[in-house]
């Protein structure tokens, strides 16, 4: 009797059927449900016992929309199939960054069967499995990502976010900029929103850091 569900999410070039078949010849308990994307995983049918194992190609060449899609989910545990462990790193990475590791596993697709086996059974008890190499690793900090947002601010926008950068706040930026704190909050919460940040203070971080880079590259 299938008392475990497992979305895979992707088109099989990671989760291929030779793992399928290891699934089904090990794993009484589990049924296997393919859902092209990320999307449809969401609006798949939920289940009480589940986890959504998401093939690495599903999740490029834009991950940080993936894991936005994912956020939708929160309840849903998320295991990542890889073979290309400096992208499984980077991804790792931007996990940690939103302090969001506890719902996510990754399940290398390269080692030993018997190791693989193993990795997913601990993942259908409801444990997690974090594989030291992306733990170990540090991958390269992604510069470049982050300038093309700050492009598209508008000149008050911008004006506004250096100015908090030097640590004024709202009620001073207005007034230097002879507008109503009022507008100051609304220019700000555009900003952020553009940014793809979270908060004031995450803003004014990446805009520091940017500014860093140009003069340090």
């Not at 990671?14 to 990320?38: K, N, W």
């Not at 997690?128 to 926008?157: D, N």
Request: with cysteine.
């Amino acid at each position: 009797m299938c008392t475990f569900q497992i979305k895979v999410v992707g088109q099989g070039l990671t989760f291929t059927s030779s793992y399928r078949a290891i699934v089904e010849a090990e794993f009484a308990e589990v049924a296997i449900v393919d859902c092209g994307s990320l999307a449809e995983a969401a609006a798949a049918e939920p289940v009480q016992r589940g986890l959504c194992l998401v093939e690495e190609e599903a999740l490029w060449p834009e991950p940080d929309k993936a894991l936005t899609e994912l956020d939708k989910w929160p309840d849903q545990r998320v295991a990542v199939a890889y073979t290309d462990a400096r992208r499984a790193a980077a991804l790792f990475a931007e996990v940690q960054r939103r302090h969001d590791v506890g719902r996510f596993s990754f399940l290398p697709m390269d080692v030993r069967l018997d190791c693989w086996v193993a990795i997913l059974r601990l993942l259908t008890l409801g444990h997690g499995y974090i594989p030291a190499e992306l733990v170990m690793s540090r991958p390269a900090p992604r510069k470049q990502t982050f300038a093309p947002r700050l492009s598209s601010l508008t000149p008050r926008e911008s004006e506004i976010l250096h100015l908090a950068s030097e640590g004024k706040q709202n009620k001073v930026i207005a007034f230097d900029l002879g507008v109503s704190e009022h507008t100051v909050k609304l220019h700000m919460h555009h900003l952020i929103q553009k940014l793809g940040v979270r908060n004031r203070t995450e803003a004014v971080g990446r805009y520091l850091q940017t500014a860093n880079d140009s003069v340090h590259p």
